[in-house]
């Protein structure tokens, strides 16, 4: 079995804090979604789905509150632009995240081949080969069957 590196272990870490980032960020995003729609249906907001909603993206829209001003339409229903902002914003940051995760996947894959061929490569009578590819100077043509 290979010898754990320390470029993996740190990738793997990098990784994991990554996914919990990247899942909270949809949470919010899901949560943030429903909380145009309750507002732009003009949801009950004494109800209580809606009151968990609502204060359950109070610290995810913090940063947008006051952003822009909210258009009201009839006595309930509200279209919040400062939410859409905020949708459209943990969008692009959730986006940018998965692809964080990617690329430290790939990093950490690389790394671990390079490894893995290092430690064949070490071992006596052990092909370092890693494809059954052959060059075209090996094979041999065949003439077609009579």
């Known amino acids: 079995m290979p010898q754990r590196d320390a470029q993996v272990t740190v990738g793997t870490i990098a990784k994991v804090l990554l996914w919990f980032v990247y899942a909270w960020v949809i949470v919010s ?3 943030l979604v429903l909380a145009f729609i309750l507002e732009l249906f ?7 789905f809606a009151q968990w909603v609502y204060r359950s993206v109070e610290r995810t829209m913090s940063p947008f509150r006051g952003l822009f001003e909210p258009i009201t339409f ?13 949708m459209i ?22 790394r671990r081949r390079r490894l893995d061929e290092e430690a064949r490569a070490a071992q006596p009578g052990v092909a370092t080969s890693t494809s059954p590819t052959t060059s075209g100077a090996d094979r041999t043509v065949q003439p077609p069957a009579s």
């Open 29 to 31: 995003l899901v949560l």
């Open 42 to 48: 003009g949801a009950n907001p004494d109800a209580g």
């Open 74 to 86: 009839g006595k309930q229903s509200v279209l919040d632009t400062s939410v859409l902002f905020a």
């Open 89 to 110: 914003v943990y969008g692009f940051v959730a986006l940018f995240l998965k692809a964080a995760i990617d690329w430290v996947t790939d990093r950490n894959k690389q």
